[in-house]
Every structure is written in structure tokens, then in C-alpha cells.
């Protein structure tokens, strides 16, 4: 096997170790019945980043955690492969999609290039997976490849506004001034954070998410900036409800690779 890139080696270590903590929110996932999305659980009758009918689709799922998601499409029909970089998380969704009846085919492998031939899938999706856990620079060219033309990718992750307003140090909470330039955003390593110490991160601007996108081949069905709902409560990594009420924590993309 040839040898990992430096951030993907990282990330597959700091995951496995984590993996554990994971297991519980899996599990919430996996039973819900109406798919809710990111950090602030915004549902799905929302944000529609499913196809209700999904019967006949071939999708992947790009950085699949315990794979609820996953499931989630597979429940609408889909036949799904899912792909993970920890293998710690894989054996987490191998159980539940067990327990819950769902066949999926699991890869343990990096998303940024997945073994399968090209135009393999109609419909691809990453919630915090590749989204942000690989580099945009290679993995949205390769999910361009596995889609066929006029397949969707849809992906969710962190908004580059967190990026700018977190404080050098890495410590919570969130700020509400800006802290790091916005311009050239691109890979955050969060290993020496002083609260909360992770892996190796990515975002880009939004234009560069745009010229990336345009130049792979992908046109822009929608953005979606999301905003913590009127009765959200507590923090998630530091970012309080009233300030995810005031600014964007995450986007969604919805692409459609042209011809
Ligand atoms: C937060 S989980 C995402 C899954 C789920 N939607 C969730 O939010 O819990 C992040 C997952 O991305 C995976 N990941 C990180 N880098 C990856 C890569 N290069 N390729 C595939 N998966 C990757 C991690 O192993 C981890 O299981």
C-alpha cells in the first residue's frame, strides 16, 4: 500500500483513539427516524440533503464515521458504500448497520482516493467526514471522479468564519472578533489546541471553494449557511447557541458534476 499523506496518517491515529466517544451519538443517529443534520441537529425537512426516494441510486459516502448517514440513504433505497479513514469508527458502523438491518459495503481507506473505478455512483455525501477531515484539493476532484455526470455531492462542514474568529491557541470559547486571516485559509492543525486538541483540519475561502469547484467540474446547486435554531442551547466545540444564532458555523454544498 503505498504511504499515506502526513494529515491522513494524523487523522487516522487521533480517530482511532477517539472512536470510542463516538459511539453513543452513533448510536442516537443510527435509531433516529427523520435525519437531522450537523451540530445543531437542523432536520433534514429543513435542509433536504437527501433525495426522499433514493431506490435504484448508487451512493457513497465520503468519511462515514459510524455511518448513520449511511443508513439514512440506505433506508431510502440506496445500495451505499461507505468509506472511512479509522478503522476504530468502521467497527462501530459494521455493528450498528447490523443490528439495523442495513447492508453496506464499508472500505477502511482514504476518501481523497477511493478503490473504485470512475463514474461508479450517482450521489455522494460527507457530513464532517471528508468534508473536513481531508484536503479539498484532492478530495473534491476525486469525488468528481467517482460521480457520473449529473451526479450530486453534498457536503457539510465547518464554515470558514470558525476558522477566523478561533483563537490562536486553540482555546474556547469562540471568538467574536476576527483572530487568524482569512485569506489562505486552508489546513488547521489543531494537535497543540489548548482546549480540546484534534487532528488536521481543512477549509477554504469561499471563493476558493468556488474557483475549486468550477475548475473540477462541478456546477453549484446551492449554499446553504447555517444558523443555530431560536431554542438551541449550551456549545458545541466551544461555539456558543447565541453566537451559531448570530453568524454561520457550517456550510452545505450541493454540487452536480457537469459533463
Ligand atoms: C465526525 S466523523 C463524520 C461522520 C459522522 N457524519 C459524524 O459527524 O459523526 C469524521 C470521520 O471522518 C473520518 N476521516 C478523516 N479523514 C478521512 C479521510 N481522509 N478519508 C476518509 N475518512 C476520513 C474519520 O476517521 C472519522 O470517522
Known sequence: MSELPEHVAVNREYWDGVAPQWVEAGERSWNEEVPSWGGWGIPESDLHLLPDDMTGLEAIELGCGTAYVSGWMARRGARVTAIDNSIEQLRTAQRLSHEHGVDLELIHGNAEAVPKPDQSFDFAISEYGAAIWADPYRWIPEAHRLLRPGG????????????VCSPI????????RLERPYFGIHRMDWREAADDPGGIEFTLTHSAWIRLFRTTGFDIVDLVEIQAPADA????????ADWAREFPTEHVWTLRRTL
Open 152 to 163: 450530486n455531492l453534498v457536503f457539510l462542514g465547518t464554515h470558514a468564519l470558525v476558522t
Open 169 to 176: 491557541d486553540g482555546s474556547y470559547p469562540i471568538s467574536r
Open 233 to 240: 442551547t449550551g456549545s458545541r466545540a466551544g461555539i456558543s
